[in-house]
């Protein structure tokens, strides 16, 4: 099918690209990699007055280390995350989700702000972000505000965005010492989408027990969330394959799984223990090696 017709602007600046969505309201829709929006638009699922591509503001493009903080600005493309050396040396999770995403004709045009404004349950980098206690930065006219990851996502497709909101860029910390990470999923075979993704990260104290561990889980329920049943499992214990499996099998506690022509939620629930204990294993290992 053919969109209905709209507007085009492609606006060369954040403070352009602002006026615009303020000028426009909720007849706009941002273009950040268009995997999402232009199909929808296609089958009329959507049908934008306006269109606003973010993709010729190129300070919205950038990774760069501030600190011991990792900046990876909202339009920089799944490849390049993916290829990053900065991001896997010192925070090779988003990278390892990044390599995940779809193929490579999605992952050299697809973007990091794209996939996590639109919110996906199924997608791959909400489920890093949360395990890596993310901050998103979303800026409007009215000024700018920081959202936890946990607070971004809301519910199926829908995140924390104000109206005349665009996110700009994803904050979160550097890998310390003693530190491992990962994140393994079951693919759709046909889209690439998870119908299970997690990623975890598990920091070791000086002991070599437990000191801390996030797990982010993606494609089981509504939206992602963070497996905190299982991160209390594991605080301050000497991680070996019994606990770790013990712990993974509160993966989907609290939450209620999908159900849908992919597998059924009773599938999800015992591929969500799966993946979180083997998620959480290579994480410990690489931990372990991290000094």
């Known amino acids: 099918m053919i969109p209905r017709g709209f507007d085009y602007f492609s606006p060369q600046t954040l403070e352009e690209a602002l006026a615009l969505v303020a000028e426009h309201g909720a007849e706009a829709k941002l273009l950040a990699g268009g995997h999402s929006l232009l199909p929808m638009m296609k089958l009329r699922l959507a049908a934008p ?29 799944h490849a390049e995350i993916e290829k990053s050396g900065l991001l896997r040396r010192r925070a090779p999770l988003l990278a ?17 702000g794209g996939a996590l404004a639109h919110a996906d349950p199924a997608a791959d980098y909400p489920a890093a972000v949360l395990a890596l206690d993310a901050e998103l930065t979303l800026v409007s006219q009215r000024g700018t505000r920081t959202v936890a990851a946990q607070d971004f996502f ?30 393994l999923k079951l693919h759709q075979p046909a889209s690439g989408f998870a119908i299970v ?10 002991k070599g027990k437990c000191e801390a561990t996030a797990v982010g889980v993606t494609g089981v329920a509504p939206k992602a969330y ?3 049943q299982v991160e209390r ?25 999908l159900s849908d022509l992919h597998a059924s939620a009773r599938y999800r629930k015992a591929m969500a223990e799966v993946f979180t204990r083997r998620a959480l294993a290579l994480a410990l290992e690489r931990a372990r090696r991290r000094q």
Request: aromatic share 2%; glycine share 12%.
């Open 49 to 77: 007055g306006v269109l606003i591509d973010l993709g010729r503001i190129s300070d919205l493009r950038a990774i760069r280390e501030e600190g011991e903080q990792i900046v990876i600005g909202a339009m920089t493309t």
């Open 96 to 112: 390892e989700a990044a390599a995940e995403i779809g193929d490579v004709q999605v992952r050299n045009r697809g973007t990091l």
């Open 154 to 183: 809301v519910d199926l497709l829908t995140t924390a965005l104000e109206p005349g909101e665009i996110l700009t860029e994803i904050r979160f910390a550097a890998d310390g010492p003693r530190t491992g990470s990962a994140y």
């Open 197 to 206: 993704g997690v990623a975890t990260r598990v920091q070791l104290d000086s």
């Open 226 to 228: 963070r497996a905190t």
């Open 233 to 257: 499992a594991l605080k301050g214990k000497a991680l070996n394959e019994r606990i770790i499996a013990q712990a993974a099998g509160k993966a989907a506690a609290g939450v209620e799984p």
